[in-house]
């Protein structure tokens, strides 16, 4: 079992500071934009996955908690953000327009003061990933005398290198070998390169 991606991603989204969640909402483009008056609010109305970290097989919501002072208010306004497998986190920019990569969901929690929450399946109850039964895929002698795979419906490059390696943490291997540029995107029906195996 594993987590494919349900919608798919726009990392080329930008958005003014202090827009978090519509930020968030321009990562995944297929979402409906649902008002919350905080980030926090939107995390405590999330299919929530609290102190985990995402599994590596999709691109999903990440929340932290942010608590302090703005317009004379003071609470938990908390903090929505997008975590790419191997990438690291995607967020709305500290000031100005645009976007703001950090390496780690921790580098992003130290930078900016906040406490990391969790992760979600969903944005604004729109989902963005599922649970999906995802067969190991069978591997095929290439004629190269390279073992080959054929990805099926719920493969994840993390997920194969698992299957093959015993750790998912060697899928930029896979990735590199296939001439991949974007380790989340993968195809049912497309062969791939087990280099080493």
């Known amino acids: 079992m594993s987590w494919a991606q349900k919608t798919p991603v726009n990392d080329a989204a930008q958005d003014q500071a202090g827009f978090c969640l519509r930020f968030q909402q321009r990562v995944f483009p297929g979402s409906p934009v649902t008002y919350y008056p905080t980030a926090r609010t939107a995390w405590d109305n999330a299919v929530q996955h609290p102190g985990e970290y995402p599994d590596g097989s999709a691109i999903v919501p990440i929340s932290y908690s942010w608590v302090g002072t703005i317009n004379g208010v003071y609470q938990d306004w908390g903090h929505a953000a997008v975590f790419f497998p191997g990438r690291g986190v995607l967020s709305s920019p500290g000031?100005?327009?645009?976007?703001?990569?950090?390496?780690?969901?921790?580098?992003?929690?130290?930078?900016?003061?906040?406490?990391?929450?969790?992760?979600?399946?969903?944005?604004?109850?729109?989902?963005?990933?599922?649970?999906?039964?995802?067969?190991?895929?069978?591997?095929?002698?290439?004629?190269?005398?390279?073992?080959?795979?054929?990805?099926?419906?719920?493969?994840?490059?993390?997920?194969?290198?698992?299957?093959?390696?015993?750790?998912?943490?060697?899928?930029?291997?896979?990735?590199?070998?296939?001439?991949?540029?974007?380790?989340?995107?993968?195809?049912?029906?497309?062969?791939?390169?087990?280099?080493?195996?």
């Open 95 to 197: 000031s100005g327009y645009g976007q703001q990569w950090f390496g780690s969901i921790e580098e992003l929690a130290q930078r900016w003061g906040l406490t990391y929450l969790g992760w979600s399946e969903d944005v604004g109850g729109f989902r963005v990933v599922d649970y999906v039964d995802a067969p190991s895929p069978a591997p095929t002698p290439a004629p190269s005398g390279q073992t080959t795979v054929v990805v099926v419906p719920g493969n994840t490059l993390w997920g194969i290198s698992e299957a093959y390696y015993g750790t998912g943490t060697r899928y930029p291997e896979i990735a590199a070998a296939n001439g991949i540029e974007n380790p989340n995107l993968i195809f049912p029906g497309q062969v791939l390169v087990i280099p080493g195996v």
